[in-house]
């Protein structure tokens, strides 16, 4: 018996971890579907791939065209197994511009809102499916970039919502919330980065914790003792970096 080649839209695949991860999921036998607002490094990304591979220009904060372009994208692929939602964007003047936060909520929190609630419904309507969103060690506590802290806290509970409605319906559909450290990609710059992955390790890893259908994953690994650290140091420890 053949198996059938798994079916997987990676929202915000243009760059970094999203182009990446193309390549490693194209690697292991997926057909994938791209989107991204920069059509051209789409394309770029389409021609080093060694399976087939669907692009589509998408802009996350018109969250009702986006809706339209995922479902689009969804019947050219003949279907949906696997939906990542990676498009993400933050901000870390020190001026704290409302117009740097609206961006950021608007790809983040609505932009995302809207994705994620298409695939849940998707997967629901089909009764199979995996929704993977990538989220961020800076939800685990607000910091200097507030709204992107905000807005990663609110991905993972968004996630562990639909978490909880869908083993309520008991249909066989992971959610898994991702969670990285410092990735070596545009937005990961500054003096205090640390620990950081390439992208292609952050890749390799998130696939290995999608094919384990995992509810949640510290991108690297090591970045569980980070997390811990975290958690447990007072505000007063926290505000010294």
Not at 8 to 24: D, K, P, Y
Not at 60 to 67: E, G, T
Not at 128 to 157: D, F, Q, T, W
Not at 223 to 230: D, S, T, V, Y
């Amino acid at each position: 018996m053949v198996n059938r080649m798994t079916k997987t839209i990676i929202i915000g695949a243009s760059s970094g971890i999203g182009s990446a991860l193309a390549q490693v999921l194209s690697e292991q036998g997926h057909a994938v579907g791209l989107t991204g607002r920069r059509h051209e490094l789409l394309l770029e990304v389409q021609a080093t791939l060694p399976g087939p591979a669907y692009v589509r220009r998408m802009d996350v904060a018109d969250q009702d065209s986006a809706m339209g372009i995922l479902h689009e994208l969804i019947g050219e692929m003949g279907g949906l197994d696997l939906l990542i939602i990676n498009a993400g964007t933050g901000s870390i003047d020190p001026d704290l511009p409302w117009e740097n936060e609206k961006s950021t909520i608007d790809v983040n929190v609505s932009g995302f809102t809207a994705l994620a609630n298409c695939g849940y419904h998707h997967f629901l309507e089909q009764r199979s499916g995996h929704l993977v969103g990538i989220s961020s060690i800076a939800a685990l506590r607000g910091g200097p970039a507030a709204a992107y802290c905000a807005s990663k806290a609110y991905i993972s509970n968004y996630l562990q919502g639909l978490r909880y409605r869908i083993a309520k319906a008991d249909l066989p559909i992971a959610v898994t919330d991702i969670q990285p450290g410092f990735v070596q990609t545009a937005m990961a710059k500054g003096d205090r980065v640390f620990w950081s992955a390439t992208t292609r390790q952050a890749a390799e890893q998130i696939a290995t914790a999608i094919r384990g259908r995992r509810k949640h994953a510290y991108i690297t690994r090591r970045w569980r003792l980070i997390a811990w650290l975290i958690r447990a140091l007072p505000d007063r420890i926290i505000h010294r970096f």
